[in-house]
C-alpha cells in the first residue's frame, strides 16, 4: 500500500460519518487512540496537525 493510500484509509477512519473534513478534536482523539507512525508519535500530535493545517482553520479536508 502507498503512502498516500495508508494516509486515505487513516483519514477515512477518523472520519467515520464520510463528511471529508476532520477537525484538530478529531485528530488529536484518533492520535491517542490509533497508534499512529512511529515518525508521528515522535513529532508529537501538534506538530502534525500543524502541517497538515498551516493556515490554523481547524480542520483539514481530504485531497481526492
Known amino acids: 500500500m502507498s503512502p498516500?493510500?495508508?494516509?486515505?484509509?487513516?483519514?477515512?477512519?477518523?472520519?467515520?460519518?464520510?463528511?471529508g473534513t476532520i477537525t484538530q478534536a478529531q485528530f488529536m482523539q484518533a492520535f491517542q487512540t490509533m497508534n499512529p507512525p512511529a515518525s508521528f508519535q515522535a513529532a508529537g500530535a501538534a506538530t502534525v496537525w500543524?502541517?497538515?493545517?498551516?493556515?490554523?482553520?481547524?480542520?483539514?479536508?481530504?485531497?481526492?
Open 4 to 19: 498516500s493510500q495508508k494516509m486515505s484509509n487513516l483519514f477515512d477512519q477518523i472520519d467515520p460519518s464520510g463528511s
Open 50 to 64: 500543524n502541517k497538515l493545517d498551516p493556515n490554523g482553520t481547524g480542520s483539514v479536508s481530504k485531497q481526492a
